[in-house]
């Protein structure tokens, strides 16, 4: 099994296992030369430069896995929504009377993003045993946010509206997206996905009672819905500490973490869950020295349970590739077991929390 | 003494007084009828204008505060900042640079914003004697934050770059920061304003490594520098659940809580302080009886220490007039003392937390 997934599935690993939220992107020049041939739909919905572009960062770093090349506004076009990327996503026709809700489709399966599950079956064929390969979708709660509001926003005030003033709706589009939604990763993981992550970016704009409504129940029922595929279930929610109390009651295997959770508040939040980060992405604009200050912090907070190094958000744009280079370098670098044995014991025992390859 | 001003100062009282952030704006016809003759520059510069808008609120409902009508950007024009308004804030020159950061001015308090001085005295005299006056202005952290990236932004990528790239330029831009502001909310008070809300709008934006470098110590002078003037300091972050922590620490007398921090979180991590929150604005979009429930739930989690009504944020200007009314009518209907007096005791001794009208 790779070192990704037994980190996943909660194991000891001697390494933590690495890979980088938005690693193939705007910061590598080869991207930004597809970038200039293709528009980024083109980029998503022709599966040879979707794994090519997948494949990118692969090619220049040493990571233990790939995620697909794609948008979680992928299954709402087959849903009737007409999406643009401006470069956000910007919805022609969002959802927000009852007539709307009604008109959403909800596809069969085959007819949702064939070409992800093309592309998937390429990079499948393309990547070593030992790469572990990611799929991935919104949560409905975040892709709800999309299909009302129809744009970005800072605070999403159109949506949030439409919470309190239209709940029914609210729910009657949720469903059909929770639906779609599993009919899309439960093909992704068939098409040769590996695990899931399910990004709840705008989870974090509610309050828990909201969020107890219109979010945990429907991403509850996605990863309920892959139980039987046996891939890991990752989940991440963005600004959401406040909401650690509810989103721990889903069943997932990995917990991934914003860049301003700390890995030791998510422990106690998340028990002995795998946990997924959380590195600011801006530390890679910084100076190298910095960058493994900070890295080797993240690296030290993790030991005490399965851990998978990762950034907090996407990366940016400004990413120096060499800084990049360099993290990679200090993450594979990092010996966990010497680590454990090496730490200061802090109330007897030392490092007894790792028995036999085991957390306990 | 008002029942803001005992309240804000910790004080027990009968009923929960109440302003609301953004109480004066374009939900109300009459702030939308002025904004049709002035830009929103003019409104704020105009003394006799701002102070009307200032009160056009407290014409409609019984509120126990009148917040001065401005913005956040104000001190920064005689700064030297070029800023418009497009509706959120647009910087011709933002600081980036040393020499751009070099060239910021620290004008004497004479030199800032005397306008709203002027606004602050009619104010003061056209004011009930029970009605407090608030004073503002933007956090250190929160200010650098838009006079970096130059306008509003999803995630402020270029400022949390700028950290990490050149933290002496921040350090050198927030010392500046500091003692405008320090200057500007003096004369505020002196002027007449008898509390003071310092807005760190952006603080949730940072982990708290960088919060506790870039934030919490400039936010923390500006506190430090009010304390002999005797009027109740009150912060504000929004998104900032993960840095109560830090923010504790801060010699402030009230804590204002978005509307994703549940009351009883924020008791436990701020101890007795006053806390002033914290409906969800959007709340106001839907039905009165979501109101009430939602509004009553949050009077009675206030009961176990001194508090303030308010949103969590800004009034949205989608706010119906009708339903802002009848949420003025429950929070003023709320009687504290009977409510707590009502409570069933959950460990003995039942309302035993209010003794002589001070909270033990």
Redesign the interface.
């Known amino acids: 099994m790779s070192l990704f997934l037994k980190a996943a599935w909660g194991e000891f690993t001697e390494r933590a296992p690495l890979w980088m939220m938005r690693q193939a992107g705007r910061y590598l020049p080869e991207y930004m030369a597809l970038k200039e041939r293709y528009t980024f739909w083109e980029m998503c919905r022709t599966p040879e430069v979707a794994a090519e572009v997948t494949l990118q960062p692969l090619r220049r770093f040493e990571l233990d896995a790939a995620i697909l090349f794609s948008d979680i506004m992928t299954p709402l076009a087959p849903m009737g929504f007409q999406i643009d990327f401006n470069p956000g996503p910007v919805f022609a026709n969002p959802a927000r009377t009852a007539a709307d809700v009604e008109q959403v489709r909800v596809p069969a399966a085959e007819e949702i993003a064939t070409f992800v599950m093309e592309t998937l079956r390429i990079l499948r064929g393309e990547l070593k045993e030992e790469t572990a390969l990611i799929g991935f979708g919104g949560a409905p709660l975040t892709l709800a946010t999309y299909a009302v509001e129809g744009k970005?926003s800072?605070?999403y005030?159109l949506f949030?509206?439409f919470?309190?003033?239209e709940p029914s709706l609210a729910h009657a589009l949720l469903e059909k997206l929770t639906e779609v939604t599993i009919r899309y990763l439960r093909a992704q993981v068939e098409a040769g996905a590996q695990a899931i992550q399910l990004f709840d970016s705008w989870a974090?704009l509610?309050?828990?009672v909201?969020y107890r409504r219109f979010g945990l129940p429907y991403a509850l029922r996605v990863f309920d819905a892959l139980t039987d595929l046996d891939v890991p279930r990752i989940y991440i929610a963005v600004?959401a500490?406040?909401l650690s109390g509810a989103i721990n009651e889903l069943p997932c295997e990995v917990m991934s973490l914003d860049?301003?959770?700390?890995i030791p508040?998510a422990r106690e939040a998340f028990g002995t869950r795998c946990l997924q980060g959380n590195l600011?992405p801006?530390?890679l604009?910084?100076?190298t020295s910095?960058i493994e200050v900070e890295a080797l912090r993240i690296l030290r907070e993790g030991l005490d349970g399965a851990h998978i190094f990762n950034l907090?958000?996407g990366m940016?744009k400004?990413a120096p590739v060499e800084h990049v280079a360099h993290l990679v370098n200090v993450v594979r670098g990092f010996d966990r077991a010497r680590a454990l044995e090496m730490r200061p014991s802090v109330r007897g025992g030392g490092a007894s929390g790792l028995q036999r390859g085991r957390w306990i």
């Open positions: 970005g800072k605070d005030a949030r509206q919470l309190r003033r974090g509610h309050d828990e909201i600004g500490s406040h860049w301003r959770m700390p508040a600011d801006a530390v604009l910084g100076t910095e907090g958000h940016m400004e």
